[in-house]
């Protein structure tokens, strides 16, 4: 059963860019991720689905209840979704107390007392109940925020860029926290964010988005390793771009030629993209190579720690990055031949 | 330094005079004025804060937040009544509605009544002037809270909506109360206004604090006692600053974000839209198209008594004042503000710092009250002179320096100059240190420095600094009418005698001259403000 369902969406905003979606659907329990690069309408998509924006046109539904439609619109106050934004947007006139109760209306004091106290433990932040939100850490905000945002015992948490107010270190403990947590909980999730990394670490399915439409949608492997077009391949991580020829039965490009899928009817000139990764050098010590063997020089590596960044010159003249780990780190100046790894190898038109 | 202490004198010898015993005088007016001096002080605040808050804030509202015909006009012209002096709408209102005026004529008229026959609200009460200072001085709550309410981050807003709360629910459990500390601040511009207020109330014979210092000090001959009825004045309003700040309690109120997003407005539409309109158009209307309109309308009907030799007299004196005013405060103000940053590029000086405070309180002290203190030590200074000469060479030199327009001038300077050492400080905040070591590795420093990079960078605060005080000095009433010369007059001073003997329709030309001159900072005002909000008329996406 789906929580929430976007059908045929079609908006414009005020900055004369739209957003057209044709369906997008988050199951009950799961983590969907909005991601693009900014300006690509997940966040319009996300006030939609909040009942902050109202749709030119298409469906919303939350739990089988139409929220927008041709005839209907409910707004986000009467939407029950919960809502957590970059900077949490605390009240900061309310304790962390009064911030959570903020939405729980309708209930009388020791009630609130007890949601709020559940809460507080559940997020780890007993004993702060009677502090305001300046006095807690950007991290302990964000747990805050949280709290609210789940209180009222939300159909749907909807979150815009949670993470990106936090410095990098604390970032990844906050992530996964709030991973954890959500899974606990069985909370039913749809979060915008930028960054790809955050996107394959939190998803049960990510949703792409470029310029208010939807490129692909998927798991997070399906779409790192199964991209429908260069630009979500190029997306989700880094790529070197060269010219391949299909044949009836290879792919041939400057770093060798790989054998084509059996269902791929394609031949003629395409854009090749092979990530870092599918790069493996091996070290030359002397002998001659089988036919067809291709081979770069060294220009300069960079170690990242667990693994180093290799560029390579191609005889051609035309410089790759190749990405290794760090034991195997090569000199400046060494030539080593180049073996590519076709799951990392994608053509397209 | 030297500079600032000589602009704090007159502010220093006020509270001073808190501290001198003013005899039996106190005994005198407890039993007597003071009762009555207290109530309707205490009626004016209250009213005041009431209508100033409720127009102010439910306009400022309506303005960022809605969507309705007319608001794009609105969002400026709200402004516009702080160009109508509170003493000249007075006695506009009072041409217009009481018994003599076409609106009771009208009536009369049109029922056959006659004067015993009906009851019409009196202009001239206390209500009056409350509702009279209450029209002219709302801008002041409108502009803060509609900059608080631009600056909120539209975040919060929209978390309390999916909190479950409607526009009225955010209003008062978000905005309201984030918006708190400017509103209080905006009241309590307008209730310091309302004390120096002495031409309304005084027109009206409502005899308050402000009206009570001048008969104290010009009838009674008793400065100390009309210093110490001014500082009890002043008390009142810090005390309102004080009991909102003990209120915050823990609680902070600046964003906990800082993130803008171009507000989404509600969209009002049919008879809600109509009553925006109406509530946005009422305060305008009443604070400034209708008295303004009256004005214009009774100097055509008598053009003889605009446009005869006396006005362009008027028009001059008022001018040249203002000008030679405004020019030496803006002076001063540019001393001050690079004496606090020690010379073009050097550390502040706490000392320094506090004095340059205490000598921007000015602003804070009612006209006439700083008529006193500016006229003690002015007479003080020329009895001594006047002694010494006649001591020492057999010369009486008189009085030198009171009652010239050295010491009014003096006195716009010690009144005005916080406007001016305000403007000029934001600007020249914005020039960074490193803005000055940069000229200086490249050889510019001193006042080279400041002619080649500071002047340019701030000549157009100057600029709104000279205008802001320019127009404010055309507009003083109180201090003018104690410390002029003998036979000087300005248009403010001849406005106001007119009026006081009943010429309504003679003052209608000077009064004119300074509501125009008074629009002037208003349009100023509400450019900057434009400029300066972040997203205020931005799109959504973010």
């Keep these: 059963m789906s929580k929430l369902v976007l059908s045929h969406i079609r908006h414009r905003n005020n900055k004369n860019f739209s957003v057209e979606i044709d369906r997008l659907e988050v199951g009950a329990g799961r983590i969907v991720c909005l991601l693009g690069p900014s300006g690509c309408g997940k966040s319009t998509t996300l006030r939609i689905a909040a009942g902050l924006e109202q749709p030119d046109a298409g469906e919303v539904w939350i739990k089988d209840e139409k929220m927008a439609g041709p005839d209907i619109f409910v707004g986000a106050e009467d939407r029950q979704v919960g809502l957590v934004f970059q900077d949490y947007a605390l009240f900061p006139h309310l304790s962390v107390f009064d911030n959570i109760a903020f939405g729980l209306l309708g209930q009388s004091g020791p009630e609130k007392a007890e949601v709020v106290a ?81 996107a394959m670490r939190m998803a049960d399915e990510i949703v792409l988005m470029r310029n208010g439409r939807v490129e692909q949608q998927g798991t997070p492997a399906e779409l790192y390793s199964q991209p429908k077009n ?31 899928p059996a269902e791929d009817g394609r031949t003629g000139a395409v854009n090749v993209l092979i990530r870092p990764e599918a790069i493996r050098l091996q070290r030359f010590a002397g002998e001659r190579h089988p036919e067809g063997h291709r081979e770069g020089r060294v220009v300069g590596s960079r170690n990242l720690g667990p693994f180093c ?32 790894d076709q799951r990392q190898v994608f053509a397209f038109d | 330094m030297l500079v600032a202490l000589l602009v704090a004198v007159p502010i220093l010898v006020v509270f001073g005079f808190v501290f001198v015993p003013a005899g039996d005088i106190w005994s005198h007016l407890a039993s007597t004025v003071l009762p009555v001096y207290l109530l309707n002080t205490l009626i004016l605040f209250a009213g005041v804060s009431v209508l100033v808050v409720f127009i102010g804030v439910g306009t400022a509202w309506l303005v960022t937040m809605c969507e309705f015909p007319g608001r794009r006009l609105f969002s400026w012209a709200m402004f516009l009544p702080l160009a109508m002096p509170a003493y000249i709408i007075a006695y506009t209102y009072t041409g217009m509605f009481d018994f003599a005026g076409p609106v009771q004529t009208f009536l009369r008229d049109l029922f056959d009544w006659t004067r015993q026959d009906y009851w019409f609200p009196p202009v001239r009460s206390v209500g009056g002037a409350v509702l009279m200072l209450g029209l002219v001085l709302y801008p002041y709550v409108y502009l803060v809270s509609r900059a608080a309410f631009l600056e909120q981050s539209i975040c919060v807003l929209e978390v309390g909506r999916t ?70 004045l002043m008390g009142f309003v810090f005390l309102l600053v004080i009991v909102e700040r003990l209120n915050r309690g823990a609680r902070k109120y600046h964003h906990t974000t800082g993130r803008y997003q171009g507000i989404r407005r509600f969209p009002l539409s049919g008879l809600r839209a109509g009553g925006a309109f109406l509530a946005c158009l009422l305060p305008v209307f009443l604070g400034f198209l209708l008295p303004s309109g009256w004005l214009l309308h009774e100097s055509l009907r008598h053009p003889e008594a605009v446009l005869n030799l006396e006005f362009p007299a008027l028009a001059f004196s008022s001018i040249s004042v203002a000008m030679v005013a405004s020019l030496l405060t803006l002076v001063i103000a540019m ?23 205490v000598s921007a309180m000015g602003y804070a002290i009612p006209g006439p009250v700083l008529a006193v203190g500016v006229m003690i030590p002015f007479g003080f200074l020329d009895n001594s002179v006047d002694a010494f000469m006649r001591s020492t060479f057999g010369i009486s030199t008189g009085l030198l320096l009171s009652g010239t327009l050295v010491a009014l001038i003096f006195a716009y300077m010690v009144r005005f100059l916080a406007v001016a050492l305000n403007t000029v400080e934001a600007s020249v905040g914005k020039i960074t240190p490193n803005m000055d070591r940069a000229a200086r590795t490249m050889g510019v420093t001193g006042l080279k420095a400041v002619i080649r990079v500071h002047i340019p960078i701030i000549s157009g605060s100057m600029m709104t600094a000279l205008l802001l005080v320019f127009v404010d000095v055309m507009k003083e009433l ?48 509400s450019r900057a403000i434009a400029r300066s909000r972040p997203g205020q008329d931005g799109g959504a996406e973010g």
């Design chain 2, 163 to 232: 909190l479950g709360r409607g526009p009225w629910g955010i209003f008062f459990h978000i905005a309201l109360p984030l918006a708190r500390p400017a509103i209080v601040t905006g009241l309590a511009l307008a209730l310091m206004e309302t004390l120096s207020d002495f031409g309304t109330v005084q027109y009206f014979a409502v005899d308050t604090f402000t009206t009570g210092i001048f008969r104290i000090w010009l009838g009674m001959g008793e400065p100390a006692a009309a210093a110490q009825l001014a500082a009890m």
């Design chain 1, 309 to 340: 960044l290799i560029d390579l010159e191609l005889p051609s003249g035309r410089r790759v990055t190749a990405r290794a780990a760090s034991i195997l780190q090569p000199q400046d100046g060494e030539v080593c031949s180049i073996h590519l």
């Design chain 2, 335 to 357: 001393g001050l503000v690079y004496g606090m940053r020690g010379g073009v590029s050097g550390r502040k000086n706490p000392v320094r710092t506090a004095a340059v405070r």
């Design chain 1, 118 to 198: 559940r809460i507080l433990e559940q997020v780890g932040l007993t004993g702060s109940a009677e502090k305001y939100p300046h006095m807690l850490s950007g991290g302990e905000q964000q747990r805050v925020a949280l709290a609210r945002a789940l209180a009222p015992n939300p159909r749907l948490l909807l979150m815009d860029e949670p993470f990106s107010g936090l410095d990098v270190v604390l970032r990844n403990k906050v992530r996964d926290e709030t991973l954890a947590f959500l899974k606990e909980t069985g909370t039913t999730v749809m979060l915008v964010t930028h960054d790809p990394e955050e």
């Design chain 1, 230 to 260: 260069e630009f979500v391949a190029a997306f989700l991580g880094e790529v070197n771009r060269v010219e391949g020829m299909l044949t009836d039965t290879t792919l041939e490009t400057e770093l060798g030629v790989l054998d084509k």
């Design chain 2, 478 to 525: 109180p201090a003018t009418l104690i410390m002029r010369p003998f036979g000087f007059e300005t248009l403010a001073v001849r406005a106001y005698e007119l009026a006081s003997d009943e010429r309504l329709s003679e003052a209608a030309g000077p009064s004119l001259a300074i509501v125009a001159a008074g629009i002037i900072p208003v349009i100023i005002l």
